[in-house]
C-alpha cells in the first residue's frame, strides 16, 4: 500500500543555478538576421489620452512605423497607454535588500537586509501603502558618517520610465541594435534627457517589442539627483501576462562598489522588487462565485443527515480555514490553489503515507507570495512563502520544513476558530499582518520538532535529511545578517530574538559540517530561482530553469540575490484584461472579436 511518488523531485532538481538567471542570456543569442523594417506584425493605434480600454491594442493597425522615430512615437503611445491602463490597479510590490560587505570567499556577503511590503497606487502618481508598520523609517548603511536612508517607494519609481515627462519634449532616443530577450525580439534604444528639461528624469536603455512597440526592459538611473538623495541604479522588467500590455514585475538594484576593495562607508546593497495582484479586484469577484456554487453543492450531499456535534466542529473549523485561506489570497499574500501546492501536497502524501498516518480530511498547501522564510498552517492547510521554496536546495530539506507543520496538524495545535465567523475578515488589506497571526508557543514548537523528526525518519527522506540540516545550518551563519528575512509575519519565524535558529534544531546538529569550498555542496539556494509568479493572476509555477555549473566559491550565493533574467515570451491567451468592475464591463463592450 506504500506509495510514494517523487513528484518534486523532477521539478525541484537541484538547479545549481545563478537564482533567478535563466539560461537565456540576453546576451548570448547571436546576431539575428536583420530585417528591414521593425516588424511586419501589425502595431497598434492606440492614442495617448484614449482610455483604458485593452482591446484596443487589438485592433487591426496600420502600416508599420517606416522610420526610427515613427517607432519612437509608438513607444511614447504605449507607455502612456500603459499608465493609463494601469490607473485602476494597486498592485502589491515588495523589495527585500540586502547591504553587502566584502568576503575573502564569496566575495561578498549580506551585512544587513530590510523588506519592504506594500500597495502601489500610480492612479496620479506613484505611491505606496505598506502593510508593514514603521518600515519609513528603516536605515541603512555601514557606518556612521554615511546612513542611508532607503524610501520603499524609490525602488518601485522605475516601473515606468517617466510617469509624466515620458516625451521627445524631454528625451532624446537613439537607436542602438536589435536583441532577443527569451524568445522576444527587441529594439534596443539609449535614452536620454534633454539638458535643461528637468530634474529626476530617466537615463538609460529601454528595450521594445518589435510588434507593438512597448517597453518591455528599462535599465538606468535618474539623473540628476535632487539634493540630500540619489536614484539608484535598476534594471526593470515586464511580461507580457495581459494581451497588449507588458507589467511592470521584476526590479533589480544594485549600487555599490562589490569587489573586496570595498571602502567600509560606502554603500552596497543588492535589491529585488517584485510585483503582483494587478488583477486582485478580478480574483474577489471569481471567488466569490466559487463561493455560491460550493455552498449549493454542500446543501445536497448534507440533506441526507444532520451534523453530530463532531462534524459540526469540523465544519466550524474548515469554515475559519478557508475563510482565512480566501482572506488571505484576496489581500495578494497568497497564491490561488494551483500546480505548485499538488507538489507540496505529493511531499506531504509521502510523509503521511509511510507513517500510515490516515486523516479523515486533505491535508493542503499553498504558497504564500511573499519573500520572508516563513511557514504556518491554519488547521490543516500548511501554508509555505515563495522565500523559503526558492532557496531550499531539494526535495528532502523541503520535506523537513513541511514535515514541522504537518507534526501541528498531527498533533492537533491549529487553532483559530474565531475566524469561522465571517465578519473577523472585515480589515484592510494592509492590516491583515495585524489581524491574523497563527504563531505556537515554545513548547507547542518543541513537541512539533520532534514530532517532525520521528515523522522524517519513517518516511522515504530519512536517510536525505543532511541537506535539511545544512540548509539550517547555512542559514545560522547567515542569520545575524537577515533579521529581514527571518521575521516571520504570520507564523513562527526560524529564528529566536537573538538571531539562533530554532526550528528543527536537531537536523541542524546531526548535520555535516558547511565546506565552502566544496563546490558541490550547496546549502542554500539564491532567491528567486524556483517559482514564477503570475503578476497578473498571482498564479504560481516552478521556473525551468537550466544548469549552470557553478565554478567559483562566490557562485552558490546562499539566500543571495541575483539580477532577474526573465525569459519573456508573448501573451498566448485571447482574453482580454480589465481592471476593477466598472472597467470591465467598458472593456467588454468595445472589444472586438478576433
Ligand atoms: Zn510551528
Redesign the pocket.
Known sequence: MKRSICFFSAALVLSVSAGAQQTSDPAAPPAQPAVATPSSTPPDTTTPGVSSTPAAVEQPATKPPASIDQVVDRVINREQALINFLKGSTPLVETYLQNLKGDSKYETVPAQDHYFLGRLDVSSVVERRDYLQMQESLWGGLSRPFRFRYEPLGFSWMIFADRTNFDRNHYDFQYLRREFLGNVRCLVFQVTPKPHAGKALFEGRIWVEDENYNIVRLNGTYAPDPRGAFYFHMDSWRLNVAPGYWLPAYIFSEEGDLGPGMKKGNLSFRAQTRLWGYDLAKNRREEEFTEVKVDAAKDESAAAQDASPLAAERQWEKLAEDNVLDRLQAAGLLAPPGDVDKVLQTVVNNILITNNIEFPWTVRARVMLTTPLETFSVYNTIVISRGLIDTLPDEASLAAILA??LA?IVLGQNRGEKFAFSDRMLFSDESVYQNFGFR?TQEE?AA?DAKAVELLNKSPYGPKLASAGLYLRQLQVRAPALPALLTAHIG?SFSNEKGQIVRLNALLNSSPQIDDNKLDQITALPLGGRIRVNPWTDRVEMLKTGQVAIVYVHDKMPFGLAPFFPRLTRYEGTTAPALNGASAQNAGASQPQN
Open positions: 514541522h507543520e501541528h505556537h514548537e512539533a513562527n
